[in-house]
């Protein structure tokens, strides 16, 4: 099993261009995040998913579009990006939601993205 | 001031030593977690707690519900160790909308563990 697997792994865009992050996941789990790792700050969610078809908006959504149309994938897109999105994001998913006793979060490896 | 608050922020051990990370929370919580990052790599979990103590290896983890506390410790540590280990203590009671509960991250320990 793969795991988590993001795509892809280091991106550089200009200001302004769009480009999606593509997450998947062959643990046939029904909960997915996607967060943002900034240096000095602890990861923060930007969007998750409860189910095929659904997303909601976590802490820091602007800037960000989620879909998620099959199961074991979750894409994270960015309309027209900015510098303050430079960042590394991370996909993660799990079996049952945060606050259950099988809550565990897998993480993909993820993907360094720079804005200039 | 951050929900979640770790230290030491960075720590230097010699091969062999006993570490002791901690963390901090001032939210009500229903777990901890304790993850671990190498550099450049992946995040993963090590564990998942909401009292007493565990242990897997040669780390061991510890909840104190009352003083808001837990602290990952690693016995006999080795070069091997060395990461970056993450604090995260899941909300109580739920946020958005309950639809799922919030992951408060600490900003991580960067432990270096020198031969």
């Known amino acids: 099993n793969a795991g988590v697997t993001q795509t892809p792994k280091f991106r550089v865009l200009k200001t302004g261009q769009s480009m999606t992050l593509l997450c998947a996941q062959d643990?046939?789990?029904?909960?997915m995040y996607w967060y943002r790792q900034d240096p000095g700050m602890g990861l923060r969610l930007i969007h998750y998913s409860v189910g095929e078809g659904t997303t909601a908006k976590g802490e820091v959504p602007d800037g960000y579009n989620v879909s998620r149309l099959k199961k074991q994938n979750f894409l994270l897109g960015l309309e027209s990006a900015a510098p303050s999105q430079t960042s590394v994001y991370f996909c993660a998913s799990s079996y049952s939601k945060v606050g259950t006793g099988d809550d565990e979060q897998f993480f993909g490896p993820g993907t360094r993205l720079t804005v200039l | 001031k951050n929900e979640v608050e770790q230290s030491p922020q960075n720590l230097t051990a010699q091969e062999g030593e006993f570490i002791t990370i901690n963390c901090s929370y001032s939210?009500?919580?229903?777990?901890l977690h304790w993850l671990q990052q190498h550099p450049g790599g992946g995040i993963v979990s090590l564990f998942m707690?909401?009292?007493g103590k565990k242990k897997h290896g040669r780390l061991i983890a510890t909840i104190n519900i009352q003083e808001k506390h837990s602290s990952l410790h690693i016995t006999a540590s080795h070069p091997r160790d060395s990461a970056v280990y993450i604090c995260?203590?899941?909300?109580?009671?739920?946020?958005?909308?309950?639809?799922?509960?919030?992951?408060?991250f600490g900003t991580g320990t960067l432990l270096a563990v020198q031969p």
């Open positions: 995260a203590a899941t909300s109580f009671p739920p946020y958005y909308g309950g639809a799922t509960n919030k992951l408060i």
């Open positions: 939210v009500g919580i229903s777990a």
């Open positions: 643990m046939n789990h029904e909960y």
């Open positions: 707690l909401s009292s």
